[in-house]
DNA sequence: CCCTGATTCGC
DNA sequence: GCGAATCAGG
């Protein structure tokens, strides 16, 4: 694979959006991150626009002597500030990208006091009491990641209560594919057919 | 361990 | 110019 237009136009784009070297390579197919990582250091764009949240110092000794232009950034791609108003109560729609600033289920209202959080938001839960016992287990092993912490591949069940410190996310390997693990994926993903007719 | 970008250097 | 290997972190 070559640098044609087209893909140094993509990795510009992508770099500038804040995605990571590895998610460009992946995106382009071809290259690595570290064909990504050298593409971006040639092209004189290491360090990305605006007030970057995750500005790196970026310690390398750049050449003071050169007006960079400094062309790089896209006028309208400012840091990705994230609103603590976000309608987003499904934990199903928490999996976003792991660079992007996945919006966190917000406060919302102060619903369950403390004793049982209830994690599942599905306006219907009804989970097998095994299963839900199953995951109550898992829970007691997750690796409560923080927000920052969570990847690709880190299971990005939400526990707790966002409004308090009681808070953290499942962590556990996911699901091949899958943004949940295994637990909480069995509870995320139900065949409808196990939602029909529940005894209640 | 997973990941990030930075740098080096043979090609 | 390119990018694997390596380095230096989080």
Not at 116 to 143: C, D, F, G, M, W
């Amino acid at each position: 694979m070559s640098w044609t237009e087209e893909r140094v136009e993509t990795l510009k784009r992508m770099w500038g959006e804040g995605q990571s070297a590895s998610q460009i390579a992946k995106e382009l197919g071809g290259v690595t991150r570290n064909a990504v990582i050298g593409k971006v250091h040639r092209l004189g764009l290491s360090n990305r626009a605006g007030g970057g949240a995750t500005a790196k110092p970026a310690p390398a000794k750049e050449k003071p002597a050169k007006p960079e232009p400094a062309v790089a950034a896209k006028p309208e791609a400012p840091a990705p500030d994230r609103k603590p108003a976000e309608p987003r109560p499904t934990p199903a729609n928490t999996a976003a990208q792991p660079s992007a600033p996945a919006p966190v289920p917000a406060a919302r209202k102060p619903i369950v006091p403390a004793g049982q959080p209830l994690p599942p938001q599905p306006s219907a839960n009804e989970i097998s009491p095994e299963t839900l016992a199953s995951v109550r287990e898992v829970e007691k092993t997750a690796k409560k990641l923080t927000l920052m912490e969570l990847t690709e591949r880190t299971c990005k069940w939400p526990i707790g209560d966002p409004a308090t410190d009681d808070f953290w996310f499942c962590g556990l390997p996911v699901q091949q594919g899958k943004p949940y693990c295994e637990a909480h994926v069995s509870v995320a993903f139900q065949p409808m057919s196990a939602r029909r007719d529940r005894k209640r």
